[in-house]
C-alpha cells in the first residue's frame, strides 16, 4: 500500500489564484480529513469526511471547500488564496471501526505559500 | 483556546536517557487520547494510543501514562536514541467523528 499520498509537494501562488491539493489513500479507509499546520502550532482541522458524498466542517474551514466522490480521493481546494493561507497542509485517513483502527495515517503534507 | 497543550516546548536528553513528555487537556468528556511523532518535513506518525479506560499502556520502548484526575497525558521513551528527535503532539478526541485536537508539541532534541 502506497498509504496516503499528497500531490503537489510545494506550491507557490499568488494571492487570489485558486488550486486544489490533492489527497488519495489505498487503504479503503471510511474517514478523511485535511489539516493545515503553522509554525510553532499543532495541526487544526479543517474539513473531514466519513464517507464518499459526505463532508463536513472542521474548527478552521473557512477559505477552503472540500468534496469526496470517491472513497479513494479528497481534494481540498482553495476558491481564493490569501497569505493566510500560507501554510503546510495534510491529509489523514482511518478507518471508522473502533480498536487499533481507530489511527489516523498522515500523508507527508503540501508547503503552500501565497505572495 | 488549546484545550491540550504542553508544559514544556524543547526537551533536550543525552543519548540512553529516559525521556518524559508530557500534555495536560482541559476536556473531562475526551475519550482517547493519541501521541504523534512528526520528523523534519514528514507528517505526523502514529506512536501509540490511551483510551480513558485505561491509566497507562506500553509500546515498544514507549509507554503512555493518563491521569484523569488532573488531566494529565504523558509519553515516556525509555533509552532514548537519535532517531527519537522530533517533535512529539498529543491528540485528544472530544466526540463522534474523530475529531482530534492537537496541542502545540514538543521538540526532543537527543545529544549524542
Known amino acids: 500500500n502506497a498509504g496516503v499520498t499528497q500531490t503537489p509537494k510545494f506550491q507557490v501562488l499568488k494571492t487570489g489564484q485558486s488550486m486544489t491539493l490533492q489527497c488519495a489513500q489505498d487503504?479503503?479507509?471510511?474517514?478523511m480529513s485535511w489539516y493545515r499546520q503553522d509554525p510553532g502550532m499543532g495541526l487544526r482541522l479543517i474539513h473531514y469526511?466519513?464517507?464518499?458524498?459526505?463532508?463536513d466542517q472542521g474548527e478552521v474551514p473557512n477559505g477552503y471547500n472540500v468534496s469526496r466522490s470517491t472513497t479513494e480521493d479528497f481534494p481540498l481546494r482553495l476558491l481564493s488564496a490569501a497569505p493566510s493561507q500560507t501554510s503546510v497542509y495534510f491529509c489523514?485517513?482511518?478507518?471508522?471501526?473502533?480498536?487499533?483502527?481507530?489511527?489516523?495515517?498522515f500523508g507527508p503534507g503540501t508547503r503552500l505559500l501565497v505572495l | 483556546g488549546e484545550s491540550v497543550g504542553l508544559h514544556l516546548p524543547t526537551l533536550s536528553v543525552q543519548e540512553g536517557d529516559n525521556s518524559i513528555i508530557n500534555c495536560a487537556y482541559s476536556?473531562?468528556?475526551?475519550?482517547?487520547f493519541i501521541w504523534y511523532k512528526q520528523e523534519s518535513g514528514k507528517g505526523p506518525q502514529f506512536i501509540i494510543d490511551?483510551?480513558?479506560?485505561?491509566d497507562k499502556r506500553q509500546g515498544q520502548r514507549v509507554t503512555v501514562l493518563l491521569n484523569k484526575t488532573v488531566k494529565h497525558l504523558s509519553l515516556q521513551i525509555a533509552a532514548t536514541q537519535p532517531g527519537d528527535s522530533a517533535v512529539y503532539f498529543c491528540?485528544?478526541?472530544?466526540?463522534?467523528?474523530?475529531?482530534?485536537?492537537f496541542g502545540k508539541g514538543t521538540l526532543l532534541t537527543v545529544n549524542p
Open positions: 489523514a485517513s482511518r478507518q471508522l471501526a473502533g480498536g487499533n483502527q481507530e489511527t489516523q495515517y
Open positions: 487503504m479503503n479507509h471510511e474517514y
Open positions: 469526511s466519513v464517507g464518499a458524498g459526505i463532508t
Open positions: 476536556n473531562s468528556a475526551s475519550d482517547y
Open positions: 490511551i483510551r480513558s479506560n485505561m
Open positions: 491528540a485528544e478526541n472530544r466526540g463522534s467523528n474523530y475529531k482530534l485536537t
